[in-house]
């Protein structure tokens, strides 16, 4: 896979590059055929300029204005700047030419007369850039003066740059894909060594890391993501392997207990006092089960994230409807407190907020008896809130964050005899984040609690 990539990578860009220098090679050679050719037509109007004045055609023959200057020009022009020049008549019948073209003639083309511009053609094996203007006699035409220059050398020149530019395209193109190739592996060798690191990475050796470069470029951001994703992996399986285990071990306490005062039963024969006594003990034993059950159902339905559809709920009428319900359940006084007299509209889930309420009034309820008092509020700052307040025995500072872990259950609780799973709290943890309700807790040994529900502006 890795090599597909490098490859693919360097085939794009040479690609981009192949395109990007044929149309520099086609400018360049483009702007020398211009400026070649521009300059040889530039030449040529001088010629013509030079030539026009100094030729005329008188009843059919050939006059020279300064004959001698004309044959010297000529002879010079001849070994110097190969330059061909022929007179014919207004029916390009030839009537004198310059020696160097020899046997040949030029092109006679009336046409490009009128359009005064250059062309460029073969005479014998030579290529020239020819010309073609008429001659006039006291405003008269009598025929037509042909001039050409020889175009061999600036061919020469063009098919010389053609020649290096069409030998060095492949050589470059192919160069580059080389070192792109190149560059593109060893850019993405540490990804090979990402992926044999994670490939090797397993449920067994979860605490293994990708070894980490130090650096914040792309690369470096990657391998810190995958080694945060295995260390929440790792510590995700921890709490599941110690959740498990906690789940077992309580459901084997009461299960215990109920095999040994069955044990006990059926021992001897016993009075009809001590055997209602027993069944009573393994009846708690099974309730203390049936609630664990009851719970850890409940966890698994909040981890199945079944309550995320949410719906417009007035607040003031549910939570007053709410303390009363748990008060009577509990047999112990609610007190409801609205801080706001307009009805509060809240986008949740009813379910979800109910469960998560019963659970703290329960708790609020239990951990405060009846001496103490309990009080559910609501109210607005800039977003909705609402608090369940007690007076009972308040939660050390060092447990506040341990409560909300399933199965935990603070000493005091135990030694009390308090009924409780420990999975309340885990419970109400796991919908609130599901509703994206912020809770808190605050708490003073001996004082009090206040668990506080805080709605998000986009709930
Ligand atoms: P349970 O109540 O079944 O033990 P929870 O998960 O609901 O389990 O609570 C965990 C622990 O947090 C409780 O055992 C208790 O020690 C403590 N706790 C919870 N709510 C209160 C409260 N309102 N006042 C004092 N302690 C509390």
């Known amino acids: 896979m890795n090599r597909s990539y490098k490859e693919r990578i360097a085939r794009r860009l040479t690609l981009v590059t192949a395109g990007i220098f044929f149309l520099v090679f086609l400018l360049i050679y483009l702007v020398a055929n211009y400026t070649v050719v521009h300059n040889i037509d530039r030449e040529l109007q001088l010629e013509i300029d030079k030539h026009k004045g100094e030729i005329f055609l008188v009843n059919g023959k050939i006059r020279f204005l300064h004959m001698d200057e004309w044959e010297e020009m000529e002879h010079t022009q001849l070994q110097l700047n190969p330059i061909f020049i022929e007179i014919v008549d207004l029916e390009g019948n030839s009537m004198d030419r310059s020696p160097n073209l020899g046997e040949n003639h030029l092109t006679f083309s009336p046409e490009k007369s009128l359009a005064e511009e250059a062309w460029t053609q073969k005479i014998g094996s030579r290529e020239v850039r020819q010309r073609q203007i008429p001659l006039l006699t006291a405003g008269k035409q009598e025929g037509y003066l042909l001039l050409a220059k020889s ?61 980490e470069t130090g650096s914040n470029d792309e690369i470096g951001q990657l391998t810190r993501a995958i080694n945060n994703l295995l260390g929440r992996l790792e510590q995700a399986l921890q709490r599941e392997k110690q959740f498990t285990s906690d789940a077992s071990h309580e459901l084997r306490t009461p299960l215990a207990v109920l095999r040994g005062t069955l044990e006990v039963l059926i021992r001897k024969p016993r009075s009809a006092e001590e055997y209602e006594l027993k069944v009573k003990t393994a009846l708690v034993s099974i309730d203390r089960m049936s609630a664990m059950i009851d719970q850890l159902l409940a966890l698994a339905r909040v981890e199945n994230g079944k309550n995320l559809v949410k719906e417009e709920l007035e607040l ?23 801080l706001v007299s307009l009805p509060i509209y809240e986008r949740t889930n009813e379910k979800s907020l109910e469960m998560i309420l019963q659970n703290l009034l329960e708790n609020a309820c239990k951990y405060t008896g009846s001496s103490g008092e309990v009080l559910l509020r609501v109210g607005k700052d800039t977003t909705a809130f609402i608090e369940v307040v007690d007076t009972g025995t308040g939660i050390a500072s060092e447990h506040l ?26 419970i109400v943890k796991k919908l609130a984040q599901e509703s994206s309700i912020q809770l808190s807790v605050s708490s003073e040994k001996g004082k009090g609690s206040t668990f506080r529900l805080d709605f998000n502006e986009a709930s």
């Not at 530019?165 to 492949?170: A, T």
């Open 151 to 211: 175009f061999a050398d600036s061919r020469e020149l063009l098919d010389n740059l053609r020649n290096v530019l069409l030998f060095i395209y492949p050589l470059i193109l192919v160069s580059l894909y080389l070192s792109m190739r190149y560059l593109a592996g060893k850019s993405i060798e540490p990804l090979e060594l990402i992926s044999q690191k994670t490939n090797q990475i397993t449920q067994q050796n979860l605490n293994e890391r990708v070894p």
């Open 401 to 426: 964050e341990q409560i909300f872990d399933p199965f935990f259950r603070v000493q005091e609780a135990l030694d009390h005899g308090i009924p409780g799973t420990g999975l309340g709290l885990a």
């Open 316 to 338: 003031i009428t549910f939570l007053e409807e709410l303390a009363d319900s748990v008060s009577v359940e509990q047999g112990q006084r609610i007190q409801f407190q609205s």
